[in-house]
């Protein structure tokens, strides 16, 4: 099969919380890119219940393929491979989106493309900003994960550096919920550290002087602890002083990672790059060390299906269809080199 600019793929996501689905040309051109958002079924019970997703999953996908392609304004034989996230995720999720993706491959007659989640949010700035010079150093801050990755070709990935304990979007996660502020919990520190002050607590920012891995864990704890010493201290100083803590530790090894390996940008990826304490901070520190930095816009950072279809299109070039065997991986690694 050839694949070209005028390649149209319908990309479909399904390894969390989010049902999503979207149709991209070329692996740029976003037609439309639909996210059913599961936050209201999980929220009273502060985090994502597996079993609640796996069901809404199945009740919500057709709907929202149907959107995606009546949004896109396109026929269904326009639509050349379909696309899932195959993992990492919960695997009673990953496997309705998987299932749903061959069923449609089979019954249009096209390839299937299986996506690595990681390697998708990788393809987050490149879809935005397809000339994007690589290699570029990625910080990938998720829900399950905080890496530093080379991207040196699309395919072509080195770790760089990587959470030793609790990934950047957990901690905010666990931390809100401990305040008291909800689920989900990046967004709610985000909102409650605006009215507070970034220099009132001196959280610790661990291992920052060496090397290019994170710890958040220590400072979970040190959060919990400051908190129940002094009962009576402003929620908004803390999530405040808490946010500046992750932030002065992700963009202090991110700088570390572009200069270490020359890398003439710095993208950012994954949830917690919606944050917007990191977003200001982090377009601050490429100007100053004359990087070329690039943010995804907010949307496109949390979970989404445009991204499926954009690595899709990358990994149909490189790999071709992925056979309808391949089955859903809920611990699936992203494919490094040394
Ligand atoms: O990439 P994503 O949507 O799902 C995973 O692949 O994990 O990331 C979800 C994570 C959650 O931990 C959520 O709290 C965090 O991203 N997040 C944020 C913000 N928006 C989402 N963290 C900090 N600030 C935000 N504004
Ligand atoms: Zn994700």
Request: aromatic share 4%; charged share 20%; hydrophobic share 45%.
């Amino acid at each position: 099969m050839t694949v070209d600019v005028n390649t149209c793929i319908l990309g479909i996501e399904t390894s969390c919380d989010e049902t999503a689905a979207a149709v991209v040309i070329g692996g740029t051109n976003v037609l439309s890119s639909v996210v059913s958002s599961q936050v209201d079924l999980h929220a009273r019970f502060g985090g994502v219940v597996p079993e609640i997703a796996g069901r809404a999953h199945v009740e919500m996908l057709t709907p929202v393929i149907a959107q995606a392609i009546v949004e896109a304004g396109i026929d269904d034989d326009r639509i050349d491979a379909v696309a899932a996230t195959v993992g990492p995720g919960l695997v009673g999720s990953l496997l309705v989106g998987v299932s749903a993706a061959k069923a449609l491959a089979l019954v249009w007659d096209v390839p299937f493309v299986a996506v690595n989640h990681l390697e998708a949010h990788l393809h987050e700035a490149l879809l935005e900003e397809p000339d994007l010079e690589l290699p570029v150093v990625v910080l990938l801050v998720s829900g399950g994960h905080t890496m530093l990755v080379e991207m040196r070709d699309h395919g072509t990935y080195r770790l760089l550096g990587q959470t030793i304990d609790d990934a950047a979007g957990e901690a905010f996660d666990k931390v809100a919920r401990f305040l008291g502020l909800g689920y989900p919990g990046g967004p709610a520190i985000d909102r409650e550290a605006m009215s507070g002050d970034p220099q009132a607590i001196a959280f610790p920012r661990a291992i920052l002087d060496e090397g290019l891995d994170f710890s958040f864990s220590g400072l979970k704890t040190a959060v919990v602890r400051y908190v129940r010493a002094n009962p009576d201290v402003s929620t908004a100083d803390v999530a405040a002083s808490f946010q500046q803590a992750v932030v002065d530790v992700l963009l202090t090894k991110a700088r570390r990672a572009a200069a270490q390996v020359g890398a003439r940008g710095l993208c950012l990826g994954g949830g917690v790059a919606a944050n917007s304490l990191l977003r200001e901070q982090f377009l601050d520190v490429c100007e100053g060390d004359g990087l070329h930095g690039f943010l995804p816009s907010r949307p496109m950072c949390t979970d989404n299906a445009a991204m499926i279809a954009s690595a899709a299109w990358w990994r149909l070039q490189s790999h071709g269809p992925s056979p309808l065997d391949t089955g859903a991986d809920p611990s699936l690694k992203l494919a490094l080199v040394d």
